[in-house]
C-alpha cells in the first residue's frame, strides 16, 4: 500500500520560507517520479514541481521557479520542497504524489502565509 505522509507546514510571514517534507513508503520509490501539488479550497489541484527519479531532474509550475526547490533522498525514501520568498498565494495544503493529478497523495501539510 504507497503511504505517503507529508510535514512541515505551518504559518509563516510574508517572504519566509518553509521547507517540506514527505515520508514515502509501499512502492519503488528510488525509480518513481515524485511530485509535489497543493490545492485551496473550492480549486482544483494545482502542479507545483516534479523530481524524476533518474538524474534528479526537476521542473517547476511557473509561480515555483526560482522560488522553491524540489529534492529527494532515496536512501530515506523522502522527498522535501524547500520554499523561499513565500507570498499570499501560496496559501494552501500541499501534498507529495506519485502522478502529476494528485491522484495517489498524502493527508498534506497546510502553509498559511499572512501577515
Known amino acids: 500500500e504507497v503511504q505517503l505522509v507529508e510535514s512541515g507546514g505551518g504559518l509563516v510571514q510574508p517572504g519566509g520560507s518553509l521547507t517540506l517534507s514527505c515520508a514515502a513508503s509501499?512502492?519503488?520509490?528510488?525509480?518513481?517520479?515524485m511530485y509535489w501539488v497543493r490545492q485551496t479550497p473550492g480549486k482544483e489541484i494545482e502542479w507545483v514541481s516534479v523530481?524524476?527519479?533518474?538524474?534528479?531532474?526537476?521542473f517547476y509550475e511557473d509561480f515555483a521557479k526560482g522560488r522553491f526547490t524540489i529534492s529527494r533522498d532515496n536512501a530515506k525514501n523522502t522527498v522535501e520542497l524547500q520554499m523561499n520568498d513565500l507570498k499570499v498565494e501560496d496559501t494552501a495544503m500541499y501534498f507529495c504524489?506519485?502522478?502529476?493529478?494528485?491522484?495517489?497523495r498524502g493527508q498534506g501539510t497546510q502553509v498559511t502565509v499572512s501577515s
Open positions: 523530481i524524476n527519479s533518474g538524474r534528479q531532474a526537476t
Open positions: 504524489a506519485t502522478d502529476v493529478s494528485g491522484n495517489v
Open positions: 509501499g512502492f519503488e520509490f528510488s525509480t518513481s517520479p
